[in-house]
């Protein structure tokens, strides 16, 4: 049974990942999330088994039926990692609500993660709501102040050079969801995966010669340690105390 709930909750994870695509397109361009799906390059209105997630990519070869132009890649991107993330929570989190709450939280932090990518910047709409929805998965009001004030403190220092201001309320959301030692390990897992992804990234530019860093989102990593700490139990800061002791 608990399998099927697994499975369930996958394909659901598929659907809302084709809806949070529709989200990020529209979100900050004035259109509404009403109206029929159409395809960007030629307008043609999209059947129902050309919007199935996942699967309508793979069957068109990633091409407009009408047009043949590319579908970008992000649609099905995001809906199969939506639909993982379902799954993982429907395996990990216990009690429904929390079940529940959890699959509001990665939604929201799958649109503020591809939005920060796109446009290098923490959209305030679903970061609030990401806020009140930390807020009812743990109520960590203190550790939220907590976890934010060093980071806080080093974009005053920087004057915002260091560290930008989104990432420094990502993180007091991040305490409010987890409290203060899962908070500090989510923020830690979010610098050091982003220092394994961005490290051979730049080692690649300069080796090309280029002279100016690329400017990285660092709100995808935050998130992407928020969810490791809280859904999968991933603990630094119990782990490395554990060594010590
Ligand atoms: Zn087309």
């Given at each position: 049974?608990?399998?099927?709930?697994?499975?369930?909750?996958?394909?659901?994870?598929?659907?809302?990942?084709?809806?949070?695509?529709?989200?990020?397109?529209?979100?900050?361009?004035?259109?509404?999330?009403?109206?029929?799906?159409?395809?960007?390059?030629?307008?043609?209105?999209?059947?129902?088994y050309e919007l199935i997630p996942l699967f309508s990519f793979i069957i068109q070869k990633g091409k407009c039926t009408g047009c043949h132009s590319k579908i970008s890649r992000q649609?099905?991107?995001?809906?199969?990692?939506?639909?993982?993330?379902?799954?993982?929570?429907?395996?990990?989190?216990?009690?429904?609500?929390?079940?529940?709450?959890?699959?509001?939280?990665?939604?929201?932090?799958?649109?503020?993660?591809v939005y920060d990518v796109h446009h290098r910047?923490?959209?305030?709409?679903?970061?609030?709501?990401?806020?009140?929805?930390?807020?009812?998965?743990?109520f960590h009001i203190f550790a939220a102040i907590i976890v934010a004030l060093p980071f806080l403190a080093l974009w005053f220092i920087s004057l915002g050079k260091w560290i930008g201001f989104?990432?420094?309320?990502?993180?007091?959301?991040?305490?409010?969801?987890?409290?203060?030692s899962a908070g500090f390990s989510a923020v830690i897992l979010g610098f050091w995966i982003a220092c394994l992804v961005i490290l051979p990234i730049v080692f690649y530019l300069k080796r090309k010669g280029r002279k100016h860093n690329p400017e990285i989102p660092f709100g995808p990593f935050l998130l992407f340690g928020m969810y490791l700490t809280g859904v999968w139990g991933i603990n630094i800061v119990t782990m490395v105390s554990k060594m010590v002791h």
């Open positions: 049974m608990h399998t099927l709930i697994i499975i369930f909750t996958g394909i659901l994870g598929l659907i809302v990942g084709s809806f949070l695509n529709v989200v990020i397109l529209r979100m900050n361009t004035g259109k509404g999330l009403g109206g029929r799906s159409m395809c960007l390059s030629c307008n043609k209105t999209l059947h129902w649609y099905p991107i995001v809906e199969f990692i939506t639909g993982i993330l379902f799954a993982s929570i429907a395996l990990n989190v216990s009690g429904t609500v929390h079940i529940i709450l959890w699959l509001i939280i990665v939604s929201l932090g799958m649109v503020i993660a910047m923490i959209p305030v709409k679903p970061l609030i709501a990401l806020a009140v929805a930390s807020l009812l998965v743990g989104g990432d420094v309320e990502l993180m007091a959301i991040i305490g409010l969801a987890l409290g203060i």
